[in-house]
């Protein structure tokens, strides 16, 4: 899904916010259905499950492990990205 519907309105999700997870300790699976995404917020992910996994469209694969790798995001190497 590449859209979020908050109320009446419906928005293209294009970005994740910073701290958008963090401290999250339970969560150990994220989703993304976007295809369209652009950016990952720093400290996005900080806190999460150590071991967490990220599920992500195989056409945006190679670009969305980039975006989730880089440093800012709180990505640890114990965490995948299929």
Do not use: D, E, R, W
């Not at 339970?26 to 652009?38: M, Q, S, Y």
């Amino acid at each position: 899904m590449n859209k979020v519907k908050i109320g009446k309105k419906t928005y293209t999700v294009t970005s994740i916010a910073k701290n958008a997870f963090k401290g999250c300790k339970k969560l150990k699976k994220v989703t993304i259905k976007a295809t369209k995404l652009k950016s990952i917020g720093k400290n996005a992910f900080k806190g999460i499950y150590k071991k967490a996994t990220f599920k992500v469209p195989k056409k945006q694969l190679k670009k969305y492990k980039k975006l989730i790798k880089k440093k800012k995001t709180g990505f640890k190497k114990t965490m995948k990205v299929k």
